[in-house]
């Protein structure tokens, strides 16, 4: 054999990447047609230098005129001694790849007889200059190799022809094939002209989907070659091109492929004489998104939208802490917290050391982010309670008294006997009663701890620390203080009990007060949420009372307003500032997105609350406007309820009464000790704030602010020299264009559903969990503060968008203490996420005003200006439609 026609999968020439899988296949043992490859640089020799430094349309019109060496077409001829048709056909040198497959744009002919071989040869070469490739090329940005390979085939007389793909390309589903197939030469079916049968194979299973075929195309009869389109038999207008043998023999081959390929592949298939032969084969370009399927159903991890590892996530509690998009830094520092927390806390619980080590990644993946957005992992925290000790005796009770809807599989490590159950849920309740006791104390002491801890980093001289120095401190601050949050979990779990507990014995002792357990909680003057309200009211009568300061916070600018009163000796100016200053030492890290270290607080930028201080002083809200009238009103009527009520049964009322006196003790102390966490995390967002100024300052990053974009390893990685990426700027801005797309996109729904890898597929709308609809006119969430309100709807998705609600009801996705500023013009709080025990819930509770929270749907079906009907009691919203 010559230079000129290559039978080696491994010659010096470029064969292109058709003829590569082809030489690929008959390497596996496939049954391909017999073939051989013309290379690029066999055809490239035939043009001179000088034309081939040219533009495409000159090479082009000189392959046209030119004429391929006679000794070549002998050459091919004798390559094929039995073949009287052979099919000439492109292989472009990134064609059929797994970026770009080139479907289409190349020529190729079928039936090519020896007298028209040279001139089809030359057509297909030419087809690499067309000016629908270089479309084509222009388009997709491909700018790959130019030149043609060859590939010389004997034609196959097909009887049934067809394409095949290891995947389900209209939905993404990769435990599915498609085989499409007509009679005759696949032409017809792959240029549109002819209907195809279709066959999905899934599991072994085949669903036909059978065409109506009148036609077929075969060898032209004229023997001058080619092909045409010729009428079927009548009786097989309607019969199946493939029998069930043929189908599962082409899935079995996609099979193999995949695992050779290590993707599905899109392949072009001939049957003669009952014989599969490979065309061609390709990986699936363009294929959608869609979830790992491949692994084999079993209960607990298959649903009806796939196979593979099924995991649920939800953030309608969450979303309340971490609303909108999240940084890298915040999520890395919170999924570490939650990591240490909870296996600590389950060790509290009664969980052995030796159950929380080997169960380590299940504490480490508590949460998710999903575009952007902190998820909680149902599934990680499912596998949680089932590491309790009392699973194993009733684990349908636990999952109900938890509110787990969803069941998953639980590894055989946690799966105890009911003695070995028994006992440790013995000791459990033992040791949690003494916890329980002990309570008040470990909270006194946890705050004695914070106190100091934070005292003594907020007098520490940051700017004068290197970054080295900021990172020990960190850790410091992360050993001394975020791995004693014992206390505030044990009082959150305990608050859940109580509160609990609460709502059960109003419904059992008194049905006739729907929602009474809301009203006996009303009215917690102790609760720190109010005091910044409280606080700003003050602040806003000691403004409205000075004529000077009142017409300077009506007219002036926030950023004016504050270096007015920095520079300002007045007494009346020195006394509002310090008054301010005191404010922003108590509460400076209040505010929207407090728990996000990235969020800029009112402690680092205090014109914010000026904003916040100007629309109080604007409005007229003052300290008078909040008297606590109404929810102590809402209090004294529920427990004249309770007392009239349970007249002559002493018992029922103690045991009430003593269930009340603690759920308010805990769910207090629940949202207070929240406050404290804040303040807490206020200290880590100033310990990663000065690293950003120092790795700015020594050239690491282009601002302080970027540092956000890298997570909390990668920032001491390039403190300690284990960072494996050093450009840290070319890492942060491939991050920041990510997540500005995120804050350009909708946000994920409420909860959802993944199967294996969880960003293979991000089309996390597509497996949204079926959400309850109400009735046209009307809503129903959670009433958890009384009341009824009748007012137009205010839809707002940020505290900032308005100064005031002028008694309109507030209609948002979620709050977080931040809002707390928009509450007292609100006439009532309507919130799409949230719980009983949701900051929104308690803060309303305390303030007296109506709030109704978990409104599935709530912002698809308000909107601004409608007026609504809502009663906090039931949770019933009515949306009242203008008189025609």
Known sequence: MSNVLHTDPNPTGTLGGKAKNLFRLQEMGLRVPPFAVLPVEVLEALVPQEIRAGDAGQIRAFIAQSTLPAEWVTEILAHFPEARYLAVRSSAPDEDGTTFSFAGQFESYLYVPPSSLADRIRDVWASAFSERVAAYRKHHQAAGAFGMAVILQEMIDAEVAGVAFGANIANGRRDEKLISAVFGLGEGLVSGELNADHFTVRNGEIVSQLAHKTHQVVLNPDSSGGTCQVPLEPH????????????RQIADA???????WGSPQDIEFAIKNNTLFLLQTRPITGLPAAPDVS???????????????????????????YPGVTTPLTFSFIRQSYEVAYSLFSQYLGVSERVVKENQAVFANTLGLINGRVYYNLKTWYHMLAMLPGYSLNARFMENMMGVKERFDIPDNYRLSKGQAGWRILKMAVRMYARYLSLPRKRREFMALLEKTITHYKGLDYPAKSAHELMQLYRHFEGTLLNEWKAPLLNDFFAMIWFGRLQKQCEKYLPQFPNIHNDLLCGSSDIISVQPI?????????ILADDELKDLFITGAPSTLWQRLQESTAPNYLSLKKSIDQYLADFGERCVGELKLETVSYAHDPTQFIQILKTYVETGLTTERFSARAESQIRQQAEQQLEQALRGRPYVRWQLKSTL????????????LRYERTRAFGIVRELFTYMGRR???????????????????????????TSVTQNARALVALRQAEFEKYHQQDPPPERFATYGPVYQSTDFEANRQDEPQAGEGTLKGIGCSPGKVRARARVVLHPGEVPSLNGDILVTTSTDPGWVMLFPSASGIIVERGSLLSHSAIVSREMGKPCIVGVTGLLKTIKTGDELEMDGSTGHIRIIQPES
């Open 534 to 542: 409280h606080r700003t009211g003050a602040l806003a009568s000691q």
């Open 254 to 260: 996609l099979e193999v492929l995949a695992r050779e």
């Open 295 to 321: 692994t084999p159903e079993s209960e607990g991890s298959s649903r009806e939208s796939g196979s593979g590892e099924y995991t649920l996530w939800d953030n309608s509690n969450i979303i309340e802490s």
């Open 695 to 721: 790795f700015e300052a020594e050239g690491l990053l282009d601002d302080d602010r970027a540092i956000f974009y890298l997570t909390q390893d990668e920032i001491f990685a390039l403190i300690e020299g």
């Open 236 to 247: 097989r207008h309607d019969a199946p091109t493939l029998t069930p043998e043929q189908i």
């Open 661 to 672: 006196r603690k759920a308010r003790e805990l769910v207090s102390a629940r949202e207070n």
